[in-house]
């Protein structure tokens, strides 16, 4: 079986997830989201674009509800032992084959949970879903409870992250070299990627973001290569990934003469990241570290050129992202503790003169000070 971590590991999830069902009054809940399933049972696949449902009753026991083309996927990946199949038909509706697992594990009646809130529950399977189980029992909304579980990372969870943090670092070195005048984008991507996949890393769980010249300002991947000019700037943003364990990293790298402009938003972007460094301890909140990086950037006169989020917690994640929850936001209670793994971005982008400026990393929450997983400083790249 390929499973990465031991079954007590497997074990000791479950039985939290437990506690947390006995506290909420929950006889059964509905997990939906793949980072959920992997969490709880190792079960790795991108089926989850089609109608899945793990269902754990209060006992621990679980079954799994899924499509022929991931029996064997799960019977591989997962600890799960108990597998019943929907059948893929014309006006097949999985939502009731559901609500008829359900019957049969004798849940008429009973107060479940399901997890709303994922891509792996669209809006469309979602109505489905509510139509049956509007009659059937006691429906909550269990969306954050798995969610919240896997925000604090075990040991082994931790050592993940580390390695995702070392092949984030591989691709930045593997990228460096070719950051020069014509240098073609997509090389550059290739070398990264390639990078992670030769240290035995995974694919993100959304697309490296690259972009230069104007590209440079935005912070989503799009299609479109160009090549690198004398006096240029390369935005990137890319994650590390081992057994879907992401460490992300982002940067801005110039080629040739270092502007005015980029330099003052280099050093506010480093300002402020160290700032939030220092908040990033237990006795705050997610919403503090978010006022340390708007403080700082108030400080160099960039309130309307910064965003309204400076980073997310990190973990085992599945397309179409990897950014998790909770964020750092205004007013975010969220409290900082130890064993997170937490992503801290700068991003400045002056719309009016064109220049952008990056800078983050990956860190881990201890007692004390954050710790930041990568071996690359924060000084300014210049090729």
């Known amino acids: 079986m390929a499973l990465h971590f031991e079954r007590s590991e497997f074990d000791a999830r479950r039985d939290r997830l437990v506690i947390e069902m006995a506290e909420k009054k929950l006889d059964a809940i509905l997990l939906f989201a793949q980072e959920s399933m992997y969490w709880l049972t190792g079960y790795d696949t991108f089926g989850f674009c089609f109608f899945q449902s793990l269902v754990m009753k209060a006992d621990g026991s679980m079954v799994l509800l899924t499509r022929s083309a991931d029996l064997r996927q799960a019977r591989h990946t997962s600890t799960i032992e108990n597998i019943v199949l929907w059948t893929d038909r014309e006006g097949a509706n999985p939502a009731l084959d559901l609500r008829n697992l359900l019957n049969d594990l004798d849940l008429l009646g009973a ?8 891509h792996g529950l669209t809006a469309f399977n979602g109505r489905r879903l509510d139509e049956q189980m509007q009659t059937f029992g006691q429906i909550v909304d269990a969306s954050g409870i798995v969610a919240r579980l896997r925000l604090f990372k075990s040991p082994a969870e931790i050592q993940k992250t580390e390695k995702a943090a070392s092949l984030a670092d ?15 984008e997509g090389a550059i991507l290739a070398a990264m990627q390639g990078a992670i996949f030769e240290g035995g890393g995974d694919y993100p769980a959304n697309e490296f973001i ?31 990934v081992f057994h879907h364990y992401h460490a992300a990293m982002m940067r801005t790298v110039l080629t040739g003469k270092v502007s005015k402009r980029h ?32 403080r700082s950037l108030e400080s160099h006169g960039l309130t309307k050129h910064r965003l309204n989020a400076c980073g997310y917690s990190l973990g085992a994640r599945f397309t179409p992202s990897w950014m998790d929850m909770p964020m750092f936001y205004q007013g975010n ?51």
């Open 111 to 118: 107060r479940i949970g399901i997890e709303y809130d994922t």
């Open 170 to 184: 591989d691709a930045l070195d593997a990228a460096l070299p070719l950051i020069k005048q014509g240098a073609d």
């Open 263 to 294: 330099q003052e938003l280099f050093d506010a972007a480093h300002d402020a990241l160290t700032a939030v460094e220092k908040v990033m301890t237990p006795g705050n909140t997610f919403g503090d570290v978010f006022d340390a990086h708007a």
């Open 333 to 383: 209670p969220e409290p900082i503790a130890p064993n997170m793994t937490l992503f801290a971005h700068m991003i400045i982008m002056d719309s009016e003169t064109e220049t952008a400026m990056t800078l983050g990393r990956t860190y881990l929450t201890t007692d004390t000070q954050a710790k930041p997983l990568s071996r690359h400083g924060l000084d300014l790249i210049v090729k």
């Open 210 to 240: 690259i972009g230069s010249g104007a590209d440079a300002l935005l912070c989503r991947y799009k299609a479109g290569r160009r090549k690198l000019s004398k006096n240029d700037q390369l935005t990137l943003e890319w994650a590390g």
